[in-house]
Nanobody, 121 residues
């Protein structure tokens, strides 16, 4: 199983970006899908999470600006980021709890490779 993140880049304050993370491989089911971020010199922090049923939760710092969603048919999670601020600058990582076809009753945690988001004028 692999997670491939994309969509990062350089954007001005107030701008928008949409991150995508597609899971591929021998997938039986995907439970929670999450986005984390890590800024230079800081610990990795949870940004947003979406359950298999579509329930969502957000870090206080991004509420009202970021929206997490998923397309179960495509095994993909998205993060729409609006009204971006310089403090949103970080490497963004996707994370998913996935059961494989080989072990359908056992979930493992998988990480994407990270995508850089830089908010600067």
């Amino acid at each position: 199983v692999q997670l491939q993140a994309s969509g990062g880049g350089l954007v001005q304050p107030g701008g928008s970006l949409r991150l995508s993370c597609a899971a591929s491989g021998s997938i039986f089911s995907i439970n929670e899908m999450e986005w984390f971020r890590q800024a230079p010199g800081k610990q990795r922090e949870l940004v947003a999470v979406i359950s298999s049923g579509g329930s969502t939760n957000y870090a206080d710092s991004v509420k009202g600006r970021f929206t997490i969603s998923r397309d179960n048919a495509k095994n993909t999670v998205y993060l729409q980021m609006n009204s971006l601020k310089p403090e949103d600058t970080a490497v963004y990582y996707c994370n998913s709890d996935i059961a494989t076809i080989e072990s359908p009753l056992l979930e493992h945690e998988y990480w994407g490779q990270g995508t850089q988001v830089t908010v600067s004028s």
